[in-house]
């Protein structure tokens, strides 16, 4: 199979946190490790996205007129895509939210809980290089939220082929219902791309405590992203440089997964 041929097909997440080795293991020789999703985690997702369904100033109040939705917390993939070399690609993930602004334009939003306070004498502050970080961090996956969203894939035979669904009927019944998904999250130009920290206070004077339960107020703060489709095309492209290579890159020894994996390895020359 040529570049030309082969189609990858992108999370938005792997662009984060970005090891070589780790992804190339994954897209070649489907080798991931996915951690463990704890129910609390998604529970407290779920509690975010709900808060900031409706008025998009919920999130900030000097975002334009704009209502938050939901994309539905389903998998979707884009059109097939290419990068700068003309490789073809999709992106395949699930977004927390997109705005849809009264004037056409689009807002593409990432809720992140994260420790990003720090204590001092008054109160709790924003490490704002620590902000600045996650930022550069979630900066790819914004942008390939985008572009999902924006080319979404609406192919029938593409569509009906990821059905689980049976009979025929329940086949095209599931394929109309995916379609609509699609025209209410589909978005055009974006206006803005950013992320919700989402910090819980635990200092005890912001606890309520009743009987068998607490309650925790949470804090957020809003952080725009800077909207650069160029430079992250520049990305995918060298993602995709990466996944053309004849032998894998070496292990990272910065990343978790790959220290594991030299360990293990080694055990067992």
Excluded: W
């Excluded at 008025?55 to 209502?67: Q, Y």
């Excluded at 008054?122 to 490490?127: G, T």
């Excluded at 055009?188 to 635990?202: A, D, M, N």
């Excluded at 053309?244 to 030299?262: G, Q, W």
């Amino acid at each position: 199979m040529t570049e030309k041929d082969q189609i990858f097909n992108i999370r938005p997440s792997a662009l984060s946190y970005f090891c070589p080795r780790c992804a190339y293991d994954s897209q070649i020789n489907d080798l991931e490790y996915s951690g463990i999703s704890a129910g609390i985690t998604q529970t407290l997702d779920g509690i975010e996205k709900n808060y900031f369904l409706g008025d998009c100033k919920k999130i900030d109040v000097s975002l334009d007129e704009g209502k938050v939705i939901d994309p539905y917390n389903i998998t979707f993939y884009s059109k097939v895509l290419l990068d700068n070399k003309g490789r073809r690609f999709r992106i395949k993930g699930k977004g927390d939210a997109i705005i849809k602004f009264k004037d056409g334009t689009c807002g593409i939003i990432d809720y992140k809980t994260s420790k990003f306070k720090k204590r001092n004498k008054k109160d709790y502050q924003f490490k704002e290089e620590h902000l600045e970080k996650k930022i550069n961090e979630y900066d790819p996956q914004l942008h390939a939220y985008y572009l999902l969203y924006s080319n979404l894939e609406d192919d029938h035979v593409f569509l009906k082929s990821l059905s689980s669904a049976k009979s025929e009927n329940a086949i095209e019944s599931s394929l109309q219902k995916k379609l609509e998904q699609i025209r209410e999250i589909s978005v055009g130009k974006p206006k803005i791309f950013g992320l919700v920290f989402v910090y819980p206070e635990t200092e005890e004077e912001n606890l309520r405590i009743n009987t068998n339960s607490i309650n925790v107020n949470f804090s957020y703060k809003y952080c725009p992203v800077q909207i650069n489709l160029g430079n992250f095309m520049k990305k995918i492209t060298s993602y995709l440089d990466l996944m053309f290579e004849t032998s894998p890159p070496i292990r990272n020894k910065k990343c978790e997964m790959c220290k594991f994996l030299d360990k293990y390895d080694n055990k067992n020359i």
